[in-house]
């Protein structure tokens, strides 16, 4: 063949793939403007979708997950849970005063009977109880928002995230979850100090990290295809958290093969964790540890400020929810060189009443401005919700197109704090989904193809998504 020639054809076969792409853009429009509802909530289910880069764990199970596992002899590992039904003012009560706070069996039986008759094994929940119980641990009510969520929700819970057995079993369940909804990566902050063992001893840290190493190894959590990496969370309103930020570094350190990075969180309202008390304390560990990657909660707050700019002073490469970084515009110009990136969480927002009405939510001005974004579940336990879910919401209220969901998803893996090697191998990965995708829903009949596809419909889409 001539020179030319194959010249010509290399060039032809480079443009293939930006036809199609353009093609797919086309059809992705199309399909906006003509799918049903229930079609589009298909479709977002079958989306290729990267990473989850913003995930609580143990606020991210859903109430029955915990209710099948905890009840369950063959994954309980022989703990019992108990969950307290009313409240009798016992003169020795130590616990919050909720409802529906939960202990483990050990503690439960050194109560005082006036104190053993406030609660009821989850076993013995009557129907209405267990259906009260389920409410319990979802913000599905109206009115439930942000102080329901800190100060009911996330106290309430007890002793039942204390559980590592319990814990790595829910763990499991939720790789299967994103398996199924086109994930291939979880980041997600996660803390071995809390675990405690069946008499209520703490678990040495090494055992608790033994337990999760053993989970992911399972044959059923290999299967799911999914890389699953921790972030370890410190509270960053706690008297003494530079103290606990230090020892974050050292374990992480010493965990390089699970835990990938630090995050700081707790409600922003609460002005004792601000971010330049930490400034320091970074600075400090930064002369003794290369590598540890910084992911913080900045700016999830509803009133202007500079926590994003003085977080990015921290040394953070990912903002956590980025409200109100829509405030400070000269931090926005600098997010646009592309070095950060904000993992956005849409219905954690909404429901916390950070941006009530999502129509508000700045995420759009930063994802058309340049500045990297990804979407992310947060706390989908809580919300009752799932990854899809946040898609949905996404592309039905800001009308994104083809190339921006693709954009998010490549960004889901490329700021994400995976090895480079495994990082480069799940880009690839991805792109063949993506390609996997636009042909399976361009050939024009893509009506039929989303017949076989059965998203599961959470709490969240059924309240929300006028599904039908
Ligand atoms: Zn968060």
């Known amino acids: 063949m001539p020179k030319l020639c194959r010249k010509l054809l290399c060039c032809l076969?480079?443009?293939?793939?930006?036809?199609?792409?353009?093609?797919?853009?086309?059809?992705f429009e199309q399909i906006k403007k003509t799918a049903t509802k229930d079609q589009l909530y298909s479709l977002m289910w079958d989306l290729p979708k990267g990473g989850d880069l913003h995930n609580h764990f143990g606020l991210s199970n859903w109430a029955e997950q915990w209710e099948s596992v905890a009840l369950d002899p063959k994954r309980n590992h022989g703990n019992e849970f108990f969950t307290r039904v009313k409240l009798n003012n016992c003169p020795d009560s130590t616990e919050p005063l909720l409802r529906f706070y939960h202990l483990q069996r050990s503690t439960y039986n050194k109560l005082s009977e006036c104190r053993k008759?406030?609660?009821?094994?989850?076993?013995?929940?009557?129907?209405?109880?267990?259906?009260?119980?389920?409410?319990?641990?979802?913000?599905?009510?109206?009115?439930?928002?942000?102080?329901?969520?800190?100060?009911?929700?996330?106290?309430?819970?007890?002793?039942?995230?204390?559980?590592?057995?319990?814990?790595?079993?829910?763990?499991?369940?939720?790789?299967?979850?994103?398996?199924?909804?086109?994930?291939?990566?979880?980041?997600?902050?996660?803390?071995?100090?809390?675990?405690?063992?069946?008499?209520?001893?703490?678990?040495?840290?090494?055992?608790?990290?033994?337990?999760?190493?053993?989970?992911?190894?399972?044959?059923?959590?290999?299967?799911?295809?999914?890389?699953?990496?921790?972030?370890?969370?410190?509270?960053?309103?706690?008297?003494?958290?530079?103290?606990?930020?230090?020892?974050?570094?050292?374990?992480?350190?010493?965990?390089?093969?699970?835990?990938?990075?630090?995050?700081?969180?707790?409600?922003?309202?609460?002005?004792?964790?601000?971010?330049?008390?930490?400034?320091?304390?970074?600075r400090k560990m930064r002369r003794t540890y290369s590598g540890v990657h910084l992911s913080i909660h900045a700016g999830e707050k509803d009133s202007?400020?500079?926590?994003?700019?003085?977080?990015?002073?921290?040394?953070?490469?990912?903002?956590?929810h980025g409200v109100n970084l829509i405030t400070d515009p000269d931090t926005m110009l600098l997010m646009?060189?592309?070095?950060?990136?904000?993992?956005?969480?849409?219905?954690?927002?909404?429901?916390?009443?950070?941006?009530?009405?999502?129509?508000?939510?700045?995420?759009?001005?930063?994802?058309?401005?340049g500045i990297p974004v990804c979407l992310n579940t947060d706390d989908p336990g809580a919300w009752d919700s799932h990854m899809s879910d946040e898609y949905f919401v996404a592309v039905t209220n800001f009308n994104l197109t083809w190339g921006e969901i693709v954009q998010m998803g490549r960004d889901s893996l490329r700021y994400s704090f995976v090895e480079e090697p495994i990082k480069q191998r799940l880009l690839k990965e991805?792109?063949?989904?993506?390609?996997?995708?636009?042909?399976?829903?361009?050939?024009?009949?893509?009506?039929?193809?989303?017949?076989?596809?059965?998203?599961?419909?959470?709490?969240y889409a059924q309240r929300n998504f006028g599904l039908q």
């Open 304 to 320: 202007p400020g500079h926590e994003v700019r003085n977080t990015l002073l921290l040394g953070a490469t990912r903002i956590g």
């Open 336 to 369: 646009r060189n592309q070095r950060a990136l904000v993992e956005i969480n849409l219905i954690s927002n909404r429901l916390l009443e950070y941006t009530p009405d999502i129509t508000k939510h700045p995420f759009p001005e930063y994802l058309r401005t």
């Open 117 to 282: 008759a406030e609660y009821l094994s989850l076993a013995a929940l009557s129907p209405q109880l267990r259906v009260e119980w389920l409410s319990s641990l979802k913000l599905d009510k109206p009115g439930e928002g942000r102080n329901e969520f800190f100060e009911v929700y996330v106290r309430a819970a007890g002793e039942l995230l204390k559980d590592p057995w319990i814990a790595a079993e829910v763990m499991v369940e939720n790789m299967k979850r994103y398996s199924a909804q086109g994930l291939r990566y979880l980041e997600t902050q996660m803390s071995v100090v809390p675990y405690q063992d069946h008499d209520g001893n703490p678990m040495p840290p090494e055992a608790s990290v033994q337990i999760f190493r053993d989970a992911l190894n399972r044959p059923d959590a290999k299967a799911t295809g999914m890389t699953v990496r921790f972030i370890l969370t410190i509270i960053r309103f706690a008297p003494n958290a530079e103290e606990n930020l230090e020892r974050a570094f050292q374990f992480v350190d010493t965990h390089r093969d699970m835990w990938v990075g630090i995050n700081m969180a707790g409600r922003e309202d609460n002005d004792k964790g601000y971010a330049l008390r930490f400034l320091e304390t970074y």
């Open 13 to 27: 076969a480079a443009l293939l793939p930006l036809a199609f792409a353009q093609s797919f853009d086309a059809t």
């Open 430 to 459: 991805y792109s063949a989904a993506v390609a996997r995708f636009e042909a399976k829903y361009g050939d024009g009949n893509w009506q039929d193809k989303l017949k076989t596809v059965k998203p599961v419909r959470s709490g």
